[in-house]
């Protein structure tokens, strides 16, 4: 039954990084300084939500970093990789640690904002340091990663809810 239980996370951990990955590679805008404007991290907050803080850090790490490396963004594949992981990772841990709320939804805010918070910092200092774009220049990512982020912690709420009333959402 163990086993059982291993390869089901494992399969659920391929589909939500194949679906961060797509979703990762839809376009919605350029964003300033390369990039580009995106709902992936409404799945790299799903995997986190629902996969839990090491299946979800790997489904949202992996599927992001391949759409990097798929839409031509070699560069970021990396910085994508550690980020997103660390998003996934830090929104799981905290949605397990607010489960005794009364109301979800609350873990999964707070989960979701504070994950983005760690995408937008961590993007600012990939830009800033390691592509040697500055301080200052690198502040000019710092808008569009926060509509993203936004984006998709609107999108990953509603989902979530979604799956909640529904009671699909027990993995």
Do not use: W
Not at 79 to 94: N, Q
Not at 108 to 124: D, Q, T
């Amino acid at each position: 039954m163990k086993n059982s239980n291993h390869i089901k996370k494992l399969v659920l951990t391929a589909l939500f990084a194949a679906i961060t990955c797509i979703f990762t590679m839809i376009h919605l805008f350029p964003s300033p300084l390369g990039g580009y404007i995106h709902i992936g991290d409404c799945f790299v907050l799903l995997s986190g939500f629902y996969l839990g803080p090491v299946y979800g850090a790997f489904a949202a790490g992996i599927g992001s970093s391949l759409a990097d490396l798929f839409a031509g963004y070699p560069t970021y594949a990396v910085a994508t990789f550690i980020i997103k992981f660390v998003m996934a990772l830090v929104a799981a841990l905290i949605v397990k640690g607010m489960s005794k709320m009364r109301f979800p939804i609350i873990g999964n805010n707070v989960g979701g904002i504070v994950a983005e918070v760690i995408m937008v910092g961590g993007y600012y200092l990939f830009s800033a340091v390691f592509l040697g774009a500055g301080f200052e220049a690198g502040l000019a990512t710092i808008p569009g990663d926060f509509f993203q982020g936004g984006m998709g912690i609107v999108f990953a709420i509603v989902i979530s809810e979604i799956l909640r009333k529904s009671k699909a959402d027990k993995i």
